[in-house]
């Protein structure tokens, strides 16, 4: 079977993402969580008090919500809704060839991110969470990891490409 240029992409792309994220996780969960389990919600400063490394295992998905669901509604729509989503839209970026290079990447981290997160709801029944920024305390994120950075990271682009597009699309008409 041979497999495209743009697919190799695609697939490096989800399986890079996948890595990144698998690999910040098991570090956290090895140094962060041993160093803090005497002193559980320690942060441990990267950049001062502004960001910081802590080991939170999140039940629930964005923010811990859903985490208070019952567990048949949990494994729904945090594991059985997310698994069919990504299967769309992988199966639309293979199938879609024009599709230019910045929305490939987008939806390829994208994929990755939530694939990574879905692992480990299954492996281990939560996600492992461990970056916070606080800049005040208005300013300030709520406790994520490198899957989703990736997909925040990935809506952006698609956001700016789409702004470009129909940017585009009125100078020629």
């Not at 305390?137 to 989703?148: E, P, W």
């Amino acid at each position: 079977m041979n497999i495209s240029k743009r697919n190799q992409f695609i697939f490096l792309i989800v399986a890079l993402t996948v890595a990144i994220d698998q690999i910040s996780k098991v570090l956290v969960r090895s140094f962060v969580a041993a160093r803090t389990a005497t002193n559980p919600g320690e942060q441990i400063p990267l950049i001062k008090h502004y960001f910081t490394l802590m080991n939170v295992e999140n039940e629930g998905a964005f923010l811990g919500m859903g985490s208070d669901l019952s567990e048949p509604l949990r494994i729904a729509l945090l594991l059985i809704l997310p698994i069919i989503v990504l299967g769309f839209v992988l199966r639309y970026i293979l199938k879609d060839k024009t599709l230019n290079y910045w929305s490939l990447l987008a939806f390829a981290i994208i994929i990755g991110g939530g694939i990574a997160n879905v692992f480990d709801r299954v492996v281990y029944g939560s996600v492992t969470d461990f970056f916070y920024i606080k800049i005040t305390d208005f300013l300030r994120t709520g406790i994520f990891n490198m899957a989703d950075l990736f997909v925040t990271t990935g809506m952006i682009m698609l956001l700016i490409t789409s702004f470009k597009k129909d940017k585009k699309q009125a100078e020629n008409s």
